[in-house]
């Protein structure tokens, strides 16, 4: 298992590196690329930005519920990518909290 290698006092979550690249028919389409952030215990974060900036994949990768085409998201220290279906859901549920944009109809 990937361990991250921040300081002591390790941050409940911290990404390092993420690029997300997807094809788009024959275009390539990088939201992100080499984006790193983390948060302590307590912090807030809010993603904020025009439709199509690549919010949404942010959160998708920071929750789990994608794989970043490089970079690693960790969990107080642990690499989500490369835990079990059960050590995730443990690792998260209590952790981090993501609301995700509803699509608007206007």
């Given amino acids: 298992m990937t361990k991250d290698p921040g ?3 390790v941050p409940v979550l911290r990404a390092v590196g ?19 952030l983390e948060l302590a215990a307590g912090q807030s974060l809010a993603v904020i ?7 949404s994949t942010l959160l998708h990768l920071l929750g789990g519920l994608d794989k970043p085409t490089s970079g690693q998201v960790f969990i107080e220290g642990q690499s989500i990518y490369e835990l079990t279906d059960a050590q ?6 209590p952790k981090a909290w993501f609301c995700l944009p509803v ?4």
């Fill in 7 to 9: 300081l002591p006092g």
């Fill in 18 to 36: 993420l690029t997300r690249r997807y094809s788009d028919g024959p275009r390539e389409v990088v939201p992100f690329e080499d984006l790193s």
């Fill in 49 to 55: 930005g025009p439709s199509g900036v690549g919010k």
């Fill in 88 to 93: 995730t859901n443990a690792t998260k549920k």
């Fill in 103 to 106: 699509p608007s109809s206007a």
